[in-house]
């Protein structure tokens, strides 16, 4: 059985059915949110930056929110397989001093972690030949536009949790969408309205990479809200996986603009979820209702149940590791560093598929 599933689009299985899956017609990288998950595609990314795109060099839109975010950032780094390498260890390392750190603790080891992994490369990253990235985060609004303390945090997301449960649109009174991209970059099919969420264009700079990484990845609650970040709106800034979880955007829009182009999506599953606190909702799966025609054009390739049952107790790395571990977390690195080897398997089985497609393993969308 192969350590990965293929899920695709009409338009991207008809160009796949042409002429194979061809790094040359990759024109988006979407990376979701999902903290540890994110690190299963270590090898995956080592060998289709590293290897497979270089070999076909053309501009393409790397777009990703929280360890998604991080994961493109490497991904524009010089040398993307040290990079990658060096992503997977530092987020693995991740250790403190009590199962319930504070905020001031998380932030220091988050910081810290970024610190050591972008410092030196931010030139690299924003201006890479042909990678464009694209850093997803939040900005509260009403009662998220400042809350003064802890509780008020607590109570401005429990009322987002509830306008979310009412209908997606209205999470849009509490939050908008800040896209921190690279300036060279038009993504018209991005920046056209496509949904309730007010979404503001920042530029992406040296100055703010490292700002606009943390606030991607900012978790609410646990950590301090990111303020203030250079070139964007004012405000308070969180995880841009709260609306964008699992990147439903319209891709769809590019194939009118570059016909046989396909969006290439490494992803834990084979449904995309639009936003966090849509994960209990299943009926709000972006393949389903007004917005299906928008993944018309991606391929999605997610592990396997059996690649699943191979991994440290059996599922994905995942934050849940930290409370089962506790504060043992030489067992902790050790599963995760395990589940980063197992990854090896998913990049063997997708560059044999490159090599040889097997339209057979293609299912739609």
Same mark, same amino acid.
């Given at each position: 059985?192969?350590?990965?599933?293929?899920?695709?689009?009409?338009?991207?299985?008809?160009?796949?059915?042409?002429?194979?899956?061809?790094?040359?017609?990759?024109? +988006?990288?979407?990376?979701?949110?999902?903290?540890?998950?994110?690190?299963?595609?270590?090898?995956?990314?080592?060998?289709?930056?590293?290897?497979?795109?270089?070999?076909?060099?053309?501009?393409?839109?790397?777009?990703?929110?929280?360890?998604?975010?991080?994961?493109?950032?490497?991904?524009?780094?010089?040398?993307?397989?040290?990079?990658?390498?060096?992503?997977?260890?530092? %987020?693995?390392?991740?250790? %403190?001093?009590?199962?319930?750190?504070?905020?001031?603790?998380?932030?220091?080891?988050?910081?810290?972690?970024?610190?050591?992994?972008?410092?030196?490369?931010?030139?690299?990253?924003?201006?890479?030949?042909?990678?464009?990235?694209?850093?997803?985060?939040?900005?509260?609004?009403?009662?998220?536009?400042?809350?003064?303390?802890?509780?008020?945090?607590?109570?401005?997301?429990?009322?987002?949790?509830?306008?979310?449960?009412?209908?997606?649109?209205?999470?849009?009174?509490?939050?908008?969408?800040? +896209?921190?991209?690279?300036?060279?970059?038009?993504?018209?099919?991005?920046?056209?309205?496509?949904?309730? $969420?007010?979404?503001?264009?920042?530029?992406?700079?040296?100055?703010?990479?490292?700002?606009?990484?943390?606030?991607?990845?900012?978790?609410?609650?646990?950590?301090?809200?990111?303020?203030?970040?250079?070139?964007?709106?004012?405000?308070?800034?969180?995880?841009?996986?709260?609306?964008? %979880?699992?990147?439903?955007?319209?891709?769809?829009?590019?194939?009118?603009?570059?016909?046989?182009?396909?969006?290439?999506?490494?992803?834990?599953?084979?449904?995309?979820?639009?936003?966090?606190?849509?994960?209990?909702?299943?009926?709000?799966?972006?393949?389903?209702?007004?917005?299906?025609?928008?993944?018309?054009? +991606?391929?999605?390739?997610?592990?396997?149940?059996? $690649?699943?049952?191979?991994?440290?107790?059996?599922?994905?790395?995942?934050?849940?590791?930290?409370?089962? %571990?506790?504060?043992?977390?030489?067992?902790?690195?050790?599963?995760?560093?395990?589940?980063?080897?197992?990854?090896?398997?998913?990049?063997?089985? $997708?560059?044999? $598929?490159?090599?040889?497609?097997?339209?057979?393993?293609?299912?739609?969308?």
């Amino acid at each position: 059985m192969s350590a990965l599933t293929f899920h695709a689009g009409p338009l991207a299985l008809a160009q796949i059915r042409a002429h194979g899956l061809r790094a040359q017609d990759i024109a +988006v990288v979407p990376a979701a949110a999902g903290g540890p998950k994110g690190l299963i595609f270590r090898s995956l990314d080592q060998w289709v930056f590293g290897a497979w795109f270089p070999g076909a060099p053309r501009e393409r839109t790397l777009i990703g929110s929280s360890i998604g975010a991080w994961r493109m950032a490497a991904a524009c780094q010089k040398d993307p397989v040290k990079a990658f390498e060096r992503l997977g260890e530092l %987020y693995s390392g991740q250790r %403190y001093t009590s199962t319930k750190p504070s905020q001031a603790q998380i932030d220091e080891v988050v910081q810290g972690l970024l610190g050591e992994f972008v410092r030196g490369h931010e030139d690299d990253i924003v201006n890479h030949p042909q990678h464009r990235l694209h850093l997803l985060t939040v900005r509260g609004k009403r009662a998220l536009a400042a809350p003064g303390h802890r509780y008020a945090e607590m109570k401005g997301f429990a009322a987002a949790a509830l306008h979310n449960l009412a209908s997606r649109d209205r999470l849009a009174h509490l939050m908008d969408r800040v +896209v921190i991209g690279d300036v060279r970059s038009n993504a018209s099919w991005l920046r056209e309205k496509f949904d309730n $969420f007010a979404t503001h264009f920042s530029p992406l700079r040296r100055e703010n990479l490292a700002s606009g990484l943390l606030a991607s990845g900012t978790l609410p609650m646990l950590m301090k809200p990111v303020r203030d970040i250079a070139g964007a709106p004012p405000g308070h800034y969180w995880d841009g996986g709260i609306i964008d %979880y699992n990147l439903a955007l319209p891709y769809a829009r590019l194939a009118a603009q570059e016909p046989g182009s396909i969006v290439f999506y490494p992803h834990f599953s084979e449904y995309i979820v639009p936003g966090w606190l849509d994960k209990a909702l299943p009926w709000r799966r972006a393949a389903r209702g007004p917005n299906r025609g928008w993944l018309d054009n +991606v391929l999605i390739v997610a592990p396997s149940a059996e $690649f699943l049952s191979r991994l440290p107790r059996g599922k994905l790395i995942d934050r849940s590791d930290f409370k089962h %571990y506790g504060l043992n977390h030489d067992a902790r690195i050790l599963a995760w560093r395990q589940a980063m080897e197992e990854g090896e398997r998913l990049r063997d089985a $997708f560059a044999a $598929f490159v090599n040889k497609p097997d339209l057979s393993l293609i299912r739609p969308l």
